[in-house]
């Protein structure tokens, strides 16, 4: 990644301020990952609200970059960036025992008979844990689940079932992260809005997160907002509301930042 400049600014206002040392995706590139003959058809049907085409242009990703998909889930977003980054490229798809609990038969299904051959899966390997070379990652990405840094328990079936005994230690997940990146690398969070001074209790009773504690959690980590997009913004969501009520999923509203390293 090669650093153009350091003044914060909105993307729906401003063209962006980061470029990686390869040229990042043209359009056209994008419109081809988003389109490759492989990608599943389930991957497809969410893209209208997901908009893949303006994230992937958001992190400035380029041919040959190195992705750290962190929480990635069943992969939905490492496969775009291998698709984005190419042969030369590599994505990790990192998920911690618990992730991992929901997403082992996707993210397997995914990466099966080498589909994905620039994708390494780091299974039940807790953030903290990771061990990519220092300085090497181009991209650190996670969507949709800052919030699971605190997510302890959920209910099933009436009955409260826990998950983790405490909280991740944050602290520890954002030096790791740090360490990984380049330089220049960029880390980009996706999230679903939390009620401000909601605290930790949304991310286990809603799955939101209050923005306020994430941009106060990176920058005391050492790091720095550059850009924030306003693309997944939704005025009608209702923050009191499990992002998985039929009301609201799909079309929460949700923060994308773009942050550095101080």
């Excluded at 958001?58 to 998909?69: E, I, M, Q, Y």
């Excluded at 997510?151 to 079932?161: E, H």
Aim: hydrophobic share 45%.
């Amino acid at each position: 990644m090669k650093k153009l400049s350091t003044s914060l600014c909105l993307l729906m206002l401003c063209s962006p301020v980061w470029a990686n040392s390869g040229a990042a995706l043209t359009n056209s590139e994008i419109s081809q990952v988003l389109t490759h003959i492989d990608r599943p058809k389930a991957d497809l049907a969410r893209d209208a609200a997901r908009h893949p085409d303006k994230i992937l242009a958001f992190s400035g990703v380029a041919k040959g970059d190195t992705v750290l998909d962190l929480f990635a889930g069943g992969g939905w977003y490492s496969e775009l960036f291998a698709h984005a980054v190419g042969a030369k490229g590599k994505v990790y798809l990192q998920n911690d025992e618990v992730i991992w609990r929901f997403a082992e038969q996707d993210a397997i299904a995914r990466t099966a008979n080498n589909r994905l051959p620039n994708v390494i899966r780091l299974d039940k390997i807790a953030i903290a844990d990771i061990d990519v070379p220092a300085g090497s990652v181009d991209i650190a990405f996670m969507a949709l689940n800052y919030h699971d840094l605190f997510f302890t328990q959920m209910i099933r079936d009436g009955k409260t079932v826990v998950l983790r005994e405490q909280v991740v230690d944050y602290r520890a997940a954002l030096a790791t992260i740090k360490s990984a990146l380049n330089d220049d690398g960029v880390l980009i969070i996706i999230d679903h809005f939390g009620a401000p001074g909601s605290g930790y209790e949304a991310p286990n009773s809603v799955h939101r997160i209050d923005p306020a504690i994430v941009k106060y959690q990176l920058e005391q980590a050492g790091f720095s907002l550059a850009e924030e997009a306003m693309y997944l913004r939704n005025a009608q969501d209702d923050y009191s509301k499990s992002v998985f009520d039929p009301s609201v999923r799909g079309n929460t509203d949700r923060f994308v930042y773009k942050f550095v390293k101080k």
